[in-house]
Every structure is written in C-alpha cells, then in structure tokens.
C-alpha cells in the first residue's frame, strides 16, 4: 500500500499571503472617542461606536436630527464646539467627518496625542477603516477592500450574512457561558474535541439553544471514540462542494483522499489536519480497498475524526459500501456528504438535460471498467442500448471503443450522438462531440488526461453544439 502526506500548500508557500491591511477588532467598552463633525456620515460612525460600549464624545457646531437624536437618548455627548476644543489625552479613538483642508490638521492633532485616526470618505489619512460588518455578537465579522471596493465588501457581507443564521448569536453566548465548564469537566483532546464539534453543527441548524449547555457537557465525557465521514469532494471545482462537506474539513483530524481530489478542495480542510493520499499516483499501484478500510478502522479507534474525501460523490461508484460495512462490523460511527457527481457537472457546463422529456426518460450511471481494468462483464447490452435512455460511463477512457461497438450490436444507431469529457470541474476540462459510429476512431487518436467520461444519448445532440451560452460580462467605464 503507498500512502503519500500531503501537507497544506504553506508547505511550499508562507502561511498567510500578503495583507492590504491587518483586520483588528478593538474593545470600545467604557472608552473614550471623539467624533468630529455633525452630519449624517458622522452620526452613523457615532451610532456604531455606541454600539461597541465607546462613550462618544461629539463635537459638531451644528449636529444634525439624526446626531440630536441619538444624543436625546444617551448614546452620545454633543458639545458644539469645534473638534480642537476637544479633551484629547485619554481617547481610545478619534473619528472625522472632516473636508480636505481641515483633515490634514485632525490627523496630525491624533498622532500628537498617539491616537488612532479615521476621517471619513479619506482613506490617505486613516490609520484603520471600520469596512462592513455581519454582526451576530458575540461573534463579529469583519469585511474589508481597503478602500478599494466598499460595495463589493457589501455584497460580501450579504453572502455571509445568508451563510450565518440568526440563532448563533445566542449560540455564541452560550459558548462564552460553557467554556469555563468545558475547561473543568472535559479532558484536552478528543472530549473537547467532540463536545465543540456536536456545539457547532447544532449551532448552525437555525435553532437556538434549548437549555443551558449541561446535556451537551454530559454527552462529551468518556468520548474516546473517533469517527469516520465520506465526504464528497466533486468533479473538482471547490466551489461545488455543499456547506456540510466544509464543515468536515474543517473538524477533521485526518483526511484520506483520492488523487482525483484537487488541491482547491483540500485547501478548505482545516490547516492541522493530516492529508494522506490513500489514491492511485502515478505509475504506482492503487492503495488496496482493504488497507484503506484497516487505516480507516485503526485511526477512528485513536479518537480521531477521519474524513474520507473522494472525487464527486462517495455512494457513486466510490467503493463507499465497503468502507461503510467495514467500520460498521466495528462500531465506529459512519455519516457521509454526498457530493455533486462529474456527469452531473457535466450536463450542467453543457447546458444539457439529461433527461429532456422529447429524448429520454431515463438516466443510467455505468462503470466503465471492472477490477480487472477490463470492461464489465456482465453489463446487459440490450437494456443499454434503449435509444430513450441517457447513459454516462465512467471510467471509460480505454473501454470507450468498446462500448461503441457493443452497443451498435445490440441495436443502438450509429447517428446517437456522444459527448466525451475529461477533467470535468477544472481547469483543464477538454470535450470532444462525434456520433456512437465514430467514437472508436475519435478515442484512437485522442491523449486525454484525467478521469473521462462517456456521455451516449439523444440528449446530447439537443444543445447543438452542447455548450451552455452565457452572457458576456461587460467591464469598462
């Protein structure tokens, strides 16, 4: 068996790439700030530093209603006076809504007294920026371009904000309340480990916490026991993978992975989880199924979370029941997160449906070689050449011609069209169109990489030249 560590890419690169900015978050409770200016812009900064417990201290000539009203309810102080008359040893922060003649002379008050700086709407004379905010306190998100961009950073913020339920504000408070408990009752490492592990997927079921924390403290001791998750990875493109999938990497204590699976995935895995290739490399051998299910097997025993990642979904031609029966014969817990299968991907970059009601009413997913390597044996050619079903073969890079020529036995016109893929997800995604008669020749003098896919059906002529048509995007002024 050959079982290759893959290590993250800081491997080979520094950890953390280059920063625009460094996103720090300030504790404002009780502390002083100063918020130069009446209008609207800084009534709104006002109102955001009240919110972190600053005591804000204004100094507008002429506030406006909005400035007026959050003074009339205690969230501010409003002194009209101009900013210089402002008591500035002690502040925690200063910001202004200043013009362009007049910022200049604010910064250089702040630095002078050693006090970090914002004017508003002037990122050359901020020393940080406040960016856009998912607010779930106590977890805060912090979203920022630098300047650059504030409404990309907006539109970032509404993905986050639909990825981030409601309810885990409340669960973030009951962790603040459980982690002096967790220290006291649960032992470092796997106990913990499973205690936070069941917190967080509970936490982002959208349901707030029902009692306080005790059954989940209860369920956590005496919790050696590892276990296993399939998980699937896609064609390729990391952007396929579900929510759930990210989730496993990132509680994994260990990922087994096929050579198929590609470094953008394994990237989302958490940083402290050992990779271990468990696929076939290479001229090298394939790693046995058994050794697999044994490695498997003896790291869920150590109280490991093993995550089992493999190419498109794992209950697809994934030797998933396999693994499943051999940790189940020995108690350890199995879940699994299916993943989108390349021959959906494939339909979808095509434009194809792979059951268009005027072609096919039905979809067969076939293996395109057995244990040998060989075709399957026992694959019923007749039933396979029904011209109202749509059929993909996996796996068929070298029993492709051979498909063609069985199929055209048993019936299947000579004209259906066929649509071959490989590195279907990524970047280097190649498709070739030709009909059943021609794909012997087609295959003969092709060198495709990769994993291929063998589309065979009506559908496939249905999209004329079978590619999905999408807007240009228009970039200018």
């Given at each position: 068996m050959?079982i290759?560590?893959?290590?993250p890419?800081?491997a080979e690169r520094?950890?953390m790439?280059a920063l625009d900015?460094l996103?720090?978050?300030?504790?404002?409770?009780?502390?002083?700030?100063?918020?130069?200016?009446g209008e609207e812009?800084a009534a709104?900064?006002?109102?955001l530093?009240a919110a972190?417990?600053?005591?804000?201290?204004?100094?507008?000539?002429?506030p406006?209603?909005?400035?007026?009203?959050?003074?009339?309810?205690?969230?501010?102080?409003?002194a009209?006076?101009h900013w210089r008359?402002?008591?500035?040893?002690g502040l925690?922060?200063a910001v202004?809504?200043?013009?362009a003649?007049?910022?200049?002379?604010?910064?250089?008050?702040?630095?002078?007294?050693?006090v970090?700086?914002?004017v508003?709407d002037?990122?050359?004379?901020?020393e940080?920026?406040f960016?856009a905010?998912?607010?779930?306190?106590p977890l805060v998100?912090?979203i920022?371009t630098?300047?650059?961009?504030?409404?990309l950073?907006?539109?970032?913020?509404?993905?986050?904000?639909?990825?981030?339920?409601?309810t885990?504000s409340?669960?973030?408070?009951?962790?603040?309340?459980?982690r002096?408990?967790?220290?006291?009752?649960?032992k470092?490492?796997?106990e913990?480990r499973?205690?936070?592990?069941r917190?967080?997927?509970l936490?982002?079921?959208?349901?707030?916490p029902?009692?306080?924390?005790?059954?989940?403290?209860?369920?956590?001791?005496g919790?050696p026991?590892?276990r296993?998750?399939l998980?699937?990875?896609?064609?390729?493109?990391?952007?396929y993978?579900?929510?759930?999938?990210?989730?496993?990497l990132?509680s994994?204590?260990?990922?087994?992975?096929d050579?198929l699976v590609?470094?953008?995935?394994?990237?989302l895995?958490?940083r402290?989880?050992?990779?271990?290739l468990v696929g076939?490399?290479?001229?090298?051998?394939s790693?046995r199924?058994?050794d697999?299910?044994?490695?498997?097997?003896?790291?869920?025993r150590?109280?490991?979370h093993?995550?089992?990642?493999?190419?498109?979904?794992p209950m697809?031609?994934?030797?998933?029941?396999?693994?499943?029966?051999?940790?189940?014969?020995h108690?350890?817990?199995?879940?699994?997160?299916?993943?989108?299968?390349?021959?959906?991907a494939l339909?979808a970059e095509?434009?194809?449906?792979?059951t268009?009601?005027d072609?096919?009413q039905s979809?067969?997913f076939?293996?395109?070689?057995?244990?040998?390597g060989?075709?399957?044996?026992n694959l019923?050619?007749?039933a396979l050449a029904?011209?109202?079903?749509t059929h993909v073969y996996?796996m068929?890079g070298?029993t492709?011609p051979?498909?063609?020529?069985?199929?055209?036995?048993?019936?299947?016109?000579?004209?259906?069209?066929?649509?071959?893929a490989t590195?279907?997800g990524r970047?280097?995604?190649?498709v070739?169109?030709?009909?059943?008669?021609?794909l012997?020749?087609?295959m003969?003098r092709?060198?495709l990489?990769?994993?291929?896919?063998t589309g065979?059906?009506?559908?496939?002529?249905?999209?004329?030249?079978g590619?999905l048509?999408?807007?240009?995007?228009a970039v200018g002024?």
């Open positions: 050959h290759v560590s893959r290590q890419s800081e520094p950890r790439g900015c996103p720090v978050f300030f504790d404002l409770k009780g502390k002083r700030v100063l918020v130069a200016g812009p709104w900064k006002a109102e530093l972190a417990g600053a005591q804000v201290e204004v100094h507008a000539d002429h406006c209603a909005e400035m007026q009203a959050l003074a009339a309810r205690g969230a501010v102080t409003v009209e006076s008359h402002a008591q500035w040893q925690a922060m202004g809504d200043c013009e003649k007049e910022a200049a002379a604010f910064v250089a008050m702040a630095r002078e007294h050693g970090p700086v914002n508003i002037k990122p050359e004379h901020c940080f920026q960016g905010i998912v607010n779930r306190s998100v912090g920022s630098n300047g650059a961009a504030p409404i950073g907006q539109a970032v913020r509404r993905r986050i904000e639909t990825l981030l339920p409601e885990l409340q669960w973030a408070r009951l962790a603040q309340k459980l002096g408990q967790v220290l006291e009752r649960l470092p490492g796997a913990r499973a205690l936070w592990e917190f967080a997927d936490s982002f079921a959208g349901q707030a029902a009692g306080d924390g005790r059954a989940l403290l209860d369920a956590a001791r919790a026991q590892g296993v998750t998980v699937g990875a896609g064609p390729g493109d990391a952007e993978l579900t929510i759930k999938a990210v989730r496993a990132q994994a204590d260990v990922i087994l992975f050579d590609s470094d953008e995935v394994l990237e895995a958490r402290e989880a050992k990779r271990i076939k490399r290479a001229r090298r051998e790693c199924q058994e697999i299910n044994v490695l498997m097997l003896d790291l869920a150590k109280g490991r093993v995550v089992r990642l493999k190419s498109g979904d697809l031609f994934g030797r998933a029941g396999e693994e499943i029966a051999a940790l189940a014969d108690g350890i817990p199995v879940s699994v997160v299916p993943g989108i299968s390349a021959a959906f339909a095509l434009g194809v449906s792979l268009h009601r072609c096919a979809v067969r076939v293996t395109g070689h057995a244990r040998d060989e075709l399957p044996r019923d050619w007749r029904d011209p109202a079903t996996y068929s070298r492709a051979q498909i063609a020529e069985n199929l055209i036995a048993h019936g299947m016109d000579e004209a259906t069209p066929v649509v071959v590195n279907v970047s280097g995604k190649a070739i169109r030709c009909t059943l008669s021609q012997p020749g087609e003969a092709l060198e990489s990769g994993p291929v896919l065979i059906g009506n559908v496939f002529g249905q999209a004329g030249e590619s048509r999408r807007p240009a995007l002024p």
